[in-house]
């Protein structure tokens, strides 16, 4: 026979996969929830207080680029990088009418170099500007122009290089 004292009892090696298993998915719900307070808590907004009004003036400087779009010449921006200048070209049929304009030199990646010039055409249609004033750099050249009371836009985008030669 056996002594009951001699039997050694041993103690079981305990199984942690299910709180493992508890644990993780603890932290994914946990984390769930802490994601959907923290999206709820944030302000949105995607859509402007004057949305309508927005709209409607992209409307129409679509409608003007358009209406640029269908003139049998098109405007023309073009660079000479001998003379450092930009000439804009308006289309002959347009410089029967009186003709209001502006010239933008755009800088996407520093708004105060940004520059408005008058649109003043000579006879044949044309406007020559120096830029070798301009920094070097990405601009983008806007005119926007009114003739017969219909406005129209025309944009080219031009890299002026380090010594004010522009380059299209």
Request: hydrophobic content about 45%; glycine content about 4%.
């Amino acid at each position: 026979m056996t002594d009951s004292s001699s039997i050694l009892v041993s103690n079981p090696r305990r199984n942690l996969w299910p709180l493992g298993i508890i644990t993780v998915f603890a932290v994914f719900i946990t984390g769930t929830v802490s994601l959907v307070v923290f999206a709820c808590s944030q302000k949105v907004d995607l859509v402007s207080d004057d949305y309508y009004e927005q709209e409607i003036r992209f409307q129409n400087h679509l409608d003007r680029a358009n209406r640029a779009q269908a003139l049998i010449q098109a405007a023309a921006i073009t660079c000479d990088a001998s003379a450092n200048r930009v000439h804009v070209t308006l289309p002959q049929s347009l410089n029967i009418a009186p003709l209001a304009g502006v010239i933008k030199f755009y800088r996407p990646s520093a708004a105060g170099l940004d520059r408005d010039f008058p649109l003043q055409l000579d006879a044949a249609g044309r406007q020559s500007l120096d830029v070798s004033a301009l920094a070097a750099g990405y601009w983008k050249i806007r005119v926007l122009w009114t003739a017969d009371e219909k406005d129209y836009f025309a944009e080219q985008r031009v890299f002026i290089g380090k010594t004010g030669a522009p380059k299209l």
